[in-house]
T-cell receptor
Framework: GQNIDQPTEMTATEGAIVQINCTYQTSGFNGLFWYQQHAGEAPTFLSY????GLEEKGRFSSFLSRSKGYSYLLLKELQMKDSASYLC???????????FGAGTQVVVTP | DVKVTQSSRYLVKRTGEKVFLECVQD?????MFWYRQDPGLGLRLIYF???????EKGDIPEGYSVSREKKERFSLILESASTNQTSMYLCASSSGGASIYTFGSGTRLTVV
């Protein structure tokens, strides 16, 4: 079966750092993706890891450890507009099918 | 601006009705997907297609079917709508093996 776990909700202050963890157990693994979804909107792509290590993209970084079945998304210098749901997803085949976690709601407070 | 367009933003249907949800993409993508999104459950894959005329079942295909007669269009069909199919339905497309999905805006379907 497929199991992708991430915390339900996290709260942080504007300007701070938040780390969203994601653990996975899937029948196949071909990459790990992070998407951002604001309330009432469609998810948008944030980052992608296929090899172990850290990928940095501006204020956002994503880390992968395939041996541990673990990833995290790091959001630095939090802004109010970062309040959203963050979805962890695993590509389980070579064609592009993604399995998603339930999402982590990040609330940024002033 | 590249787009995935879903025909309706909000839809209310009666139990037992046949419901068609349409999705059109203008990016010449090979892959198209239908997910439903429910609170606490995240996005669950209903059906997907990697080519015209091709369709594969996802994790929760029961009560649904799909059609892909043209590359740009992927339709989701609820054969006989039931209240447990009340949900947000999201269509996505991607190119080849890359999985950078572009999502449509979603259709919030309520079955009464």
């Amino acid at each position: 079966g497929q199991n992708i776990d991430q915390p339900t909700e996290m709260t942080a202050t504007e300007g701070a750092i938040v780390q969203i963890n994601c653990t996975y157990q899937t029948s196949g693994f071909n990459g790990l993706f992070w998407y951002q979804q604001h309330a009432g909107e469609a998810p948008t792509f944030l980052s992608y890891n296929v090899l172990d290590g850290l990928e940095e993209k501006g204020r956002f970084s994503s880390f992968l450890s395939r041996s541990k079945g673990y990833s995290y998304l790091l959001l630095k210098e939090l802004q109010m507009k970062d309040s959203a749901s963050y979805l962890c997803a695993v590509r389980t085949d070579s064609w592009g099918k993604l399995q998603f976690g339930a999402g982590t709601q990040v609330v940024v407070t002033p | 601006d590249v787009k995935v367009t879903q025909s309706s933003r909000y839809l209310v249907k009666r139990t037992g009705e046949k419901v068609f949800l349409e999705c059109v993409q203008d990016m010449d993508h090979e892959n198209m997907f239908w997910y439903r999104q429910d609170p606490g459950l995240g996005l669950r894959l209903i059906y997907f297609s990697y080519d015209v005329k091709m369709k594969e079942k996802g994790d929760i295909p029961e009560g649904y079917s799909v059609s892909r007669e043209k590359k740009e269009r992927f339709s989701l069909i609820l054969e006989s709508a039931s209240t447990n199919q009340t949900s947000m339905y999201l269509c996505a497309s991607s190119s080849g093996g890359a999985s950078i999905y572009t999502f449509g805006s979603g259709t919030r379907l309520t079955v009464v």
